[in-house]
């Protein structure tokens, strides 16, 4: 690599929630930004006035802050190279429109929408496909085939016109893409594209390339999905005269469906019961409601790891990496070329990587809250040994209610068929016997209980099975949980002998 200094940039379009694959796209260049001790910047396209999503926008600036992925320069983040929303810079744009026109790489045309739709019906009417280049733009309303002195008059009568890219036919444009190698693209195949549109403002081809020359962008490194554009903007620099300092391009590859055919889309998540997004996403205009992994429970180190992998081969068989692990190992080289299915199993997996390596303490503090909106108030050293009881068992914050909801309240009812199966004649008795035993315990701890309980049950010649079953039925409600005299011991003296005498009420003599 050149010395010259690194600086990448998200830049997403504010016209919906940003897609996994968006954060994907964010995470690679902020990898690569620190790889290289270089700069990652946030830019927003929002050119397309039409597109505009309200609460777009602060919901990217969201969901980079809650993953981690904090911009060096952007708006509302300070940077020396702003604004950087697109539409605080519009005056920009205008000027470098018109050097291309004045250069003969560009060109006014003055064709209305109406005309234009007239015309593709007319070619898909003839089994066509209309486009605007080399092959028609002479027979259309544009100033390289009207007559100077008609496209004066035109101007000078304020008729709106748009500025398009003259395309060069029959040219070959070949990229050396850093994930995918030469690429190349034959200009036949293109059109000439509209840079700037009657209404004043760039399109997102113009601004995008503009403003990478301005901030200085040394990698462009973004969704497969702009590949088509990349020819184009490739002259662009040409034609600008920026060849020299102009981006490095690499294209990422695409986040697959589950099954492996096709992208991932926002339909899917729902569809299949995992998020698409990263936050949950409450669509402005239909009301629609897309899950969101921080709602789901996921840790945003676990979403950004699985994330990393789905494209990223670190070339070893380590799978988990904080971002500053993955900063150090990532390369653009090892990004590969093909789609990368999603695994929704794969990814809860990753988040019980993250939740088993944490603190009974740290994942104390998370469970208390949840308690909290259930009305249930008790010490933190409660919910860390309850925690540390039942972590193995859970594999996001949100499993702690319901692997460990006994622990905090009464059963409400007892599972039908643990019941069925355990409640014999004889059962209650021996339960009621326990109870007594209970009662007179002194050291109310796991140890000492189970002590007592096995001194009773070899007097008495009880089965141990049989009965520890049916404790267990009635302290918890069914066949679950964890070493029964430890349930006891976190349950506390009176509200196990309560929880018993309850449930001998409720469940009556044996059947
Ligand atoms: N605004 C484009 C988008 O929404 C940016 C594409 C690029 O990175 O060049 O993805």
């Known amino acids: 690599m050149s010395d010259r200094r690194v600086r990448v940039r998200f830049a997403p379009s504010p016209t919906g929630p940003l897609h996994m694959g968006g954060v994907r796209t964010a995470l690679f260049n902020y990898l690569f930004a620190r790889k290289h001790g270089g700069d990652f910047l946030l830019r927003i396209e929002d050119t397309d006035q039409t597109r505009y999503v309200p609460g777009a926008e602060e919901y990217i600036v969201e969901s980079l802050r809650w993953c981690g992925l904090v911009p060096d320069e952007g708006p509302g983040f300070g940077g020396a190279y702003g604004p950087y929303r697109q539409s605080e810079r519009k005056d920009i744009y205008a000027g470098y429109a018109r050097q ?294 859970c594999d996001f914050v949100g499993d702690f209610w319901e692997q460990g909801r006994y622990f905090f309240e009464a059963p409400a009812e007892y599972d039908e068929k643990a019941v069925s199966k355990r409640w014999k004649p004889g059962i209650p008795a021996a339960v009621e016997e326990i109870t007594g035993l209970f009662s007179t315990a002194t050291v109310w701890e796991a140890a000492p209980l189970k002590e007592e309980f096995s001194a009773f049950m070899n007097e008495k010649g009880y089965h141990f099975g049989d009965v520890m079953n049916a404790l267990r039925i009635c302290l918890v409600g069914g066949n679950v949980g964890p070493d029964l005299f430890r349930i006891c011991e976190l349950l506390g003296k009176a509200e196990t002998l309560a929880r018993l005498s309850t449930a001998l009420r409720k469940l009556g003599p044996g059947h």
């Open 100 to 393: 291309l026109v004045a250069s003969g790489w560009a060109y006014t045309s003055f064709d209305t929408p109406a005309e234009l739709d007239a015309y593709r019906a007319e070619a898909e009417a003839a089994g066509r496909t209309f486009s605007y280049g080399p092959a028609t733009r002479m027979g259309l309303r544009n100033s390289l085939s009207l007559p100077a002195s008609e496209v004066q008059r035109l101007t000078g009568a304020g008729e709106p016109y748009a500025i398009r890219f003259k395309m060069p036919e029959d040219l070959d444009v070949t990229e050396e893409d850093l994930i995918r190698g030469s690429v190349t693209f034959n200009t036949r195949e293109l059109d000439d594209k509209v840079l700037f549109k009657s209404d004043g403002m760039p399109t997102y081809h113009l601004a995008n390339v503009v403003d990478d020359h301005l901030m200085e962008i040394s990698h462009v490194i973004r969704g497969e999905e702009w590949l088509p554009s990349l020819p184009l903007h490739i002259l662009l620099y040409r034609a600008f005269g920026w060849e020299e300092t102009r981006p490095r391009f690499s294209h990422l590859p695409l986040i697959l469906k589950p099954q492996g055919k096709g992208k991932l889309s926002k339909r899917d998540g729902d569809k299949m019961g995992f998020p698409v997004f990263p936050l949950l996403w409450k669509d402005p205009e239909t009301g629609e409601h897309y899950r969101g992994y921080r709602e789901d429970g996921y840790f945003p180190e676990a979403f950004l790891n699985l994330l990393a992998l789905l494209g990223w081969n670190p070339g070893t068989d380590q799978e988990i990496f904080t971002l500053a692990e993955m900063a150090t190992s990532f390369s653009l080289e090892r990004v590969v070329k093909s789609g990368s299915r999603f695994d929704p199993e794969k990814a809860r997996w990753f988040n019980r990587q993250y939740l088993q390596k944490k603190s009974a303490q740290e994942l104390a503090r998370l469970v208390v809250p949840i308690l909290y909106a259930k009305n249930i108030t008790v010490t933190l050293a409660t919910v860390v040994a309850v925690v540390e009881e039942i972590k193995e068992r």
